[in-house]
């Protein structure tokens, strides 16, 4: 039981402010239409993302795998001695090539999201100018089968 005497009615999507008198189907804000705006641009902005998220969750998931046969040979190498000539070598270039793919797709994230050169930038401790000309011409490559989620433009 709710004590407050009136339960709430329908609220904005977007803003979360009540939506008053007026047609019951109404899910915004009716004067100014900045809420409906808003939430369109929003809604296209998440769509035209969705390639780029699905990019970051197969890097991701490249990475987490060669981390995780890295560890065990590795974890081998070290207990048995038995390493041949290279391995940590062929690990380690392995783990920088996927992790190089992981950060382009955060990028790409990113930018997709809308977010400023110099923000992104900031992180790795690099101007915004370094980070368009380090990251700016990647672009994602079409679905495909194959291992690498990116390409170069």
Same mark, same amino acid.
Do not use: P
């Given at each position: 039981m709710n004590?407050?005497?009136r339960e709430p009615g329908p609220r904005c999507l977007w803003c979360g402010q009540p939506l008053g008198d007026g047609p019951s189907r109404r899910r915004y804000c009716a004067r100014p239409r900045l809420c %409906?705006?808003?939430?369109?641009?929003d809604r296209r902005r998440a769509k035209q993302a969705q390639p780029a998220r699905?990019?970051?969750a197969r890097a991701g998931h490249s990475l987490d795998v060669h981390l995780q046969n890295v560890?065990?040979?590795?974890?081998?190498a070290v207990l048995q001695g038995d390493a041949w000539p290279g391995v940590f070598a062929l690990a380690a270039a392995g783990v920088?090539? %996927?992790a190089a793919d992981l950060v382009r797709v955060c990028v790409l994230e990113e930018r997709a999201a809308g977010t400023s050169w110099e923000r992104i930038g900031e992180p790795f401790g690099i101007s915004a100018d370094a980070a368009r000309k380090r990251w700016g011409h990647w672009v994602l490559a079409p679905d495909s089968d194959d291992e690498e989620p990116l390409s170069g433009g």
């Open positions: 004590d407050s005497g %409906r705006d808003q939430a369109y641009r699905g990019a970051l560890r065990e040979v590795l974890l081998q920088e090539s %996927r």
